[in-house]
């Protein structure tokens, strides 16, 4: 079994910035596609950025521009640099990985089905307030 353990959230000031980190256990993986979703209480579960083995990355609208997705492949490690971050992103931040990806599946993407990534981490909690 593959886990994930995600890392770094906390509570910070409208404008601030928080680096929020996903490790995945196990062997280094070479085809993958690895995405960061958020929840907040009551609304459903969205993508918010996506990377994949070939270093295709992606966000969503709502972040473009203030997220920034990076890794340390050696290490089995995805990062998600967060910047002016606003009221708005507050909410629970999850790490997700399929570990068999290839393109010719589909396009790893934020709006990638749910339902594609076999590993979820317990996700951890960003809180911004105004």
């Known amino acids: 079994k593959v886990n994930l353990v995600e890392s770094g959230g906390g509570s910070v000031q409208s404008g601030g910035s928080l680096t929020l980190t996903c490790v995945m256990s196990?062997?280094?993986?070479?085809?993958?596609?690895m995405g960061w979703f958020r929840q907040e209480p009551g609304k459903e579960r969205e993508g918010v950025g996506a990377?994949?083995?070939?270093?295709?990355?992606s966000y969503s609208d709502s972040v473009k521009g203030r997220f920034t997705i990076s890794q340390d492949v050696a290490k089995n490690t995805l990062y998600l640099q967060m910047n002016s971050l606003k009221p708005e992103d507050t909410a629970m931040y999850y790490c997700?990985?399929?570990?068999?990806?290839?393109?010719?599946?589909?396009?790893?993407?934020?709006?990638?089905?749910?339902?594609?990534?076999?590993?979820w981490g317990n996700g951890s909690l960003v809180t911004i307030s105004s």
């Open positions: 990377t994949d083995s070939d270093g295709n990355r």
């Open positions: 196990g062997r280094v993986y070479t085809d993958y596609c």
């Open positions: 997700a990985a399929d570990v068999h990806y290839t393109s010719q599946h589909y396009l790893c993407r934020p709006s990638v089905s749910q339902e594609r990534m076999d590993y």
